[in-house]
């Protein structure tokens, strides 16, 4: 899941989407950042555990251009373990090979992709999302507040396996049925925030990012 969030202030503390930033006003952002490039800042590295089992990590950057800051989480089944995401080096290496590709699509696909609320779950504001060929893509939907993505849908053969490998299911040219959104996408995310969930920054985030609720 990823979400987009309103512009970073750069004050000594900012809260952005539920979440806490707390860093040096006194000093340059990039000198406090872990890593920059031509478009954007990484912010920090967030472990997060349900019920005191580590499950995944999230990253958050910062855009240079709209001065949004962006979430990503990947579960540790898709190969981010805890020892990975501990270890700096390693991780801020595999970070550019395969998270930066992703972090540049959450920028530029809502530029790119055109949308519409979905005829059914409106109580959680459910859209259908499409890609200039006019495809379906993905759904997204607002559940207890929070922003989520899923009900992955699928028009070329790559991606229909690679999704069947990574979510378990595919949606094969066409929008899915409620039924399917509330299985792939509602039901899903109540599930894990039903669980008990704690978060812990990485030692060399210098950047140290709270929820709310822990402040």
Known sequence: MATKNKKFLFVEEEIVDQHVFKF???????????????????????????????????????????????????CKDRGYPEELVDDQENFLLKYKEKLL???????????????????????????????PDG?????????HGSPARGAYGSFFENDREAHRQQFGYTIWKREPTEKEV??????????????HITRENTA????????????
């Open 135 to 143: 495809e379906y893509v993905h759904s997204t939907a607002v559940i």
């Open 182 to 195: 509330k299985e792939y996408l509602i039901d899903r995310h109540t599930s894990a925030l039903s669980n």
């Open 204 to 215: 060399y985030s210098t950047i140290k990012v709270f929820h709310k609720t822990e402040i």
């Open 24 to 74: 040096d006003s006194n000093c340059l952002l990039k000198d406090q950042v872990l890593l920059e490039d031509e478009n954007h800042y990484l912010l920090n590295v967030l472990k997060l555990y349900t019920n005191n089992t580590y499950f995944g990590v999230q990253v958050a950057t910062l855009d240079k251009e709209e001065q949004t800051i962006h979430f990503l989480f990947r």
């Open 101 to 131: 590709i992703n972090q540049r699509d959450i920028v530029t696909a809502p530029k790119r992709l055109t949308s519409k609320s979905a005829d059914f779950l409106q109580e959680y504001k459910v859209r259908f999302w499409y890609n």
